[in-house]
């Protein structure tokens, strides 16, 4: 449970508040909400990535504490509170009501119209389902974005029959062909957002579907790669910057270490396969196309050449 405390204006004294907001002792979420500096997610310590979610928590619980009417979190906001990974945290929260109120047309807030029959609650807040987050998230995000949190989903229960029928129970167009895309492609063996990117690429490519955490026996042992195309001999992992960093995963981790095990482990890999993978970092989405050639060079000439650009995938952006 959050320990984030939530102060609204309404029930504040005016010059309190104006004093405890010049002094730094408070900050603002939104009109009319604000929290204790010492617990803004702003400026907690982690990844700028994990800092966006932490804030974008706080907002929920700040647009929660201010709406009256009932209300259940939904789209991106649902899948961060259940804590999916996303490839981008939305600049907006997202919520169903009965109906939209007239009056409020906050910009931070995007309201759906219909409360669901069933929600669950989530930390103290109330949520539309993982299976109805998932098809809500593949209606309306870009493909990337929906297949992320889909993959994720996957990895926490999803029930994959129960998404496909709340889909064929749409009935209105919109999206539906994009959501169907994202459910065709969705895979529980991508461990990151990252996975889920490069094998978004690969697809866009019209290449194989690859196998996720493909096992390499070595003389080190058992190694897992990130996708795989065993047929082809194609193999290709993403690589974060941040496991070779002194300190990444607590006091006393060597980065330099991670670095020369890694040394290792490719090189079991290659001994056992008498093939290397192919790495990607984070920087490599500036330019989706050079990791589209990249990954593209190391297929047969015969794949290549079959290999057909899926037209429903649109150029992956970088995360925010």
Known sequence: MSSTKILLARSEEPNGLRSALT???LVRLRRGAYMPAADDGAGRPGSDAGRARARALDHARAVHAQVRAPHVFSHATAALIWGLRLWAVSDVTHLRQRSKPGGDRA????RHVGLPAQHGIVDGLPV????????????????????????????????????RQR???????????RAACVLGLMDGGSQSAWETWLRYVAARLGLPRPVLQYPVATHLGVYRIDLAWPEQ???AEFDGQVKYTDGAFGRGYDGRRALVEEKRREDAIAEALGVRPVRFMAVDA????????????????????????DRRLPRPTPPR
Do not use: H, W, Y
């Not at 910009?107 to 995007?110: E, K, L, V």
């Not at 889909?167 to 062909?177: C, E, I, S």
């Not at 589209?292 to 050449?305: E, N, T």
């Open 128 to 163: 539309t389902s993982l299976e109805q987050t998932v098809l809500d998230c593949a209606l309306t995000m870009p493909v990337l974005d929906a297949l992320v949190v889909a993959d994720a989903a996957l990895g926490q229960g999803l029930r994959e029959r129960e998404v």
């Open 167 to 177: 889909l064929a129970d749409v009935r209105k167009p919109n999206g539906t062909a």
């Open 23 to 25: 002094s730094g002792e």
């Open 107 to 110: 910009a931070d807030i995007a």
């Open 233 to 235: 001999r194609v193999l």
């Open 286 to 309: 500036r330019d989706p196309e050079a990791v589209a050639r990249r990954l593209l060079a190391r297929f047969p000439p015969d794949v290549r050449a079959a290999a057909r650009p």
